[in-house]
């Protein structure tokens, strides 16, 4: 099955610095998704990106589906962006997401 | 339009007890995923649900099973609770294979 890896593991960023982290795919996929886990545990979507590039605010994500990778920025990090950023993806005719370990990201006033 | 609805939110049950957790999905949403997320394991995929037929199913024993209603609402249930099935159960809801929409999960503690 795909395998997804996640970069850097864990990650600490003074207040108002930039970050980018990755997301490596094993295979061609159809759906990628990153996912920002609040500390009650739900996962709150930021981007559906199976390729090419969005912007929301602060956030932006680019898929490069060719070479099998996703980055998502954080510009001007703020303690509220602290929490684990999942990367998940499905390759095949199902539904099923397969979601890489995470980044844990602390953001320190 | 409302979220994606989870209940409980939390649980306790005991070695051997069986439970049942429930899923709302947003309106207009036919695709119900649950996934598992457990410290050692990550998030895992348990099931999906798609117009009351289950479409696909994860590497997990007979004892998780799940269903799904007509008015796409779904229910997962585990029997013969062990320890290792403490974790946190999601909920995902997608219209038909897209972008999945998670609910706030259902906490596990098996004593």
């Known amino acids: 099955g795909i395998q997804v890896e996640q970069s850097p593991p864990d990650l600490i960023l003074q207040e108002g610095a930039n970050s980018t982290l990755r997301c490596n795919f094993s295979?061609?996929?159809?759906?990628l998704q990153w996912f920002h886990q609040n500390p009650w545990g739900q996962l709150i979507n930021l981007f559906y990106?199976?390729?090419g590039t969005k912007q929301n605010g602060r956030l932006s994500a680019t898929t490069v589906a060719t070479e099998r990778y996703s980055l998502l920025y954080i510009s001007s990090s703020q303690t509220t962006d602290s929490g684990v950023y999942f990367c998940?993806?499905?390759?095949?005719?199902?539904?099923?997401?397969?979601f890489g370990t995470g980044t844990l990201l602390a953001v320190q006033p | 339009k409302a979220g994606v609805t989870q209940t409980p939110r939390y649980l306790i049950k005991t070695r051997g007890q069986q439970v049942t957790l429930s899923c709302s999905p947003i309106?207009?949403?036919?695709?119900v995923s649950w996934y598992q997320q457990t410290p050692g394991q990550g998030l895992q995929f348990l099931f999906e649900?798609?117009?009351?037929?289950?479409?696909n199913k994860g590497n997990f024993p007979g004892r998780f099973s799940g269903r799904q209603f007509s008015n796409s609402r779904s229910e997962m249930n585990v029997s013969t609770l062990e320890l290792g099935d403490s974790a946190l159960y999601l909920c995902?809801?997608?219209?038909?294979?897209?972008?999945?929409?998670f609910g706030p999960g259902t906490r596990l503690t098996v004593l």
């Open positions: 995902a809801s997608s219209f038909s294979g897209d972008e999945q929409f």
């Open positions: 295979d061609s996929v159809n759906n």
């Open positions: 990106i199976p390729s």
């Open positions: 998940a993806v499905n390759g095949g005719a199902t539904n099923k997401l397969i």
């Open positions: 309106s207009g949403h036919r695709s």
């Open positions: 649900y798609f117009s009351e037929t289950q479409r």
